[in-house]
């Protein structure tokens, strides 16, 4: 732990992370009264609900609706893909190895799975190529006066 001033405190650490193997953390704080591993943990999980919520908006679904619970459950429907997602990774496209797992992100990015998924639907639901309007159906339209 480096004492900096101005309440700044760094940390540095030899791993395998950084040039020459140097990870070097900053925190800034002010009249905290808690340990430096503690402050550590919470941006580390701050960081992690950070990107989820970056991930969430890259599949959310778009609405006009201003009904609560049906954006309520859009989010929901997001955050759930996304879970898939990195499930999907963890079980599928990574490989164990000695000092952690290695993900494949890159081999199977989120917008490929999302893809994939449209691909699914439409070939479920179909996809509107044409719309017909009857003729017999509209109301004829005012003739301009003459």
């Known amino acids: 732990m480096l004492p900096l001033n101005n309440g700044i405190v760094g940390r540095y650490r030899k791993g395998k992370r950084g040039k020459n193997g140097v990870e070097y953390l900053v925190y800034v ?3 905290v009264k808690t340990s430096l591993s503690h402050i550590r943990e919470s941006y580390r999980r701050r960081f992690g609900v950070e990107s ?4 969430k908006n890259s599949c ?3 609405t006009t609706t201003k009904t609560p619970i049906i954006r309520l459950l ?3 429907i997001s955050f759930l893909l996304v879970n898939i ?3 999907f990774l963890w079980r599928k496209v990574s490989q164990p190895r000695q ?7 890159d081999k ?11 691909q699914a639907v439409d070939q479920i639901f179909g996809t509107v190529k044409d719309v017909y309007i009857p003729i017999n159906d509209i109301l004829p339209f005012p003739s301009p006066a003459t």
């Open 99 to 105: 000092g952690g797992r290695l993900i494949y992100r």
């Open 108 to 118: 199977f990015p989120l917008k490929q799975m999302l893809s994939f998924l449209r």
């Open 29 to 31: 704080l002010h009249k």
């Open 60 to 62: 959310r679904i778009r």
């Open 85 to 87: 997602w990195v499930n």
């Open 52 to 55: 989820s919520y970056r991930l």
């Open 74 to 76: 859009f989010v929901g």
